[in-house]
């Protein structure tokens, strides 16, 4: 399939370690957020959520945080395997959908 | 279906044909977006339905562009006289409600020789 990501900044990380991925949202009013993990020649797959009521979620493995006072997000993935390497994305929820720039995480055993 | 599919997976058409994308959401999903995503680059949005109804088509990047969903289920996305800059991977995703997550398809990759 296609490439995803090809001119994406890059998190590289050892098998095992945890692995942090920010992201800047643009609009003060979106009150939604939402990780999406992409690997390449696939669409992006939900992986959390986030209201802006809140500054901390949990998952199976991630944790997503938000400081709404700087518009900022970022994904928390532990113990991050191979089979997490892929281009992740955060979105912000205005109505539509709106994504930011992706980053690539490269997980090496 | 289980998820949400698209067909075709993979388009090539000489500049100037008109292509047709379609999508079919997850069954008694209201809501379908589709976006535009250049190879690279998050995915940019295109337009959003809810059952039939086109609430938002600002994304559309010319008239060239349209987008239907006449019985509120399969929509399809037209473009005609396709240029270079229209290659990309075209996304549809579906939800139960535009606040909660929206389900993508794997996209067609469009190829505009």
């Known amino acids: 399939g296609e490439s995803v990501g090809l001119h994406l900044p890059t998190l590289s990380v050892q098998e095992g370690d945890n692995s942090i991925i920010n992201c800047a949202y643009s609009n003060s009013a979106s009150d939604y957020f939402i990780w999406y993990k992409q690997e390449s020649g696939k669409g992006p797959q939900f992986i959390i959520d986030?209201?802006?009521?809140?500054d901390k979620r949990q998952g199976q493995r991630v944790t997503v945080l938000l400081n709404k006072t700087v518009k900022h997000l970022s994904l928390q993935i532990a113990a991050t395997q191979p089979g997490d390497s892929a281009v992740y994305f955060c979105?912000?929820?205005?109505?539509?959908?709106?994504f930011g720039a992706g980053t690539r995480l490269a997980v090496h055993p | 279906g289980a998820g949400v599919s698209q067909s075709p997976r993979y388009k090539v058409a000489k500049r100037g044909q008109d292509v047709a994308l379609r999508c079919d959401p997850i069954s008694g999903h209201v809501s379908l977006f589709w976006y535009q995503q250049a190879l690279g680059q998050g995915p940019e949005f295109l337009t959003y339905f809810q059952n039939e109804a086109q609430l938002d088509k600002s994304g559309l990047p010319s008239d060239r562009f349209f987008a239907e969903r006449p019985e509120g289920s399969v929509s399809t996305l037209k473009i005609q006289r396709t240029q270079q800059e229209d290659s990309a991977v075209y996304l549809c995703?579906?939800?139960?409600?535009?606040?909660?997550?929206?389900?993508f398809g794997q996209g067609t990759r469009l190829t505009v020789v």
């Open positions: 979105a912000e929820e205005h109505n539509k959908l709106i």
């Open positions: 995703a579906s939800s139960s409600d535009s606040l909660k997550e929206a389900f």
């Open positions: 986030i209201r802006s009521n809140m």
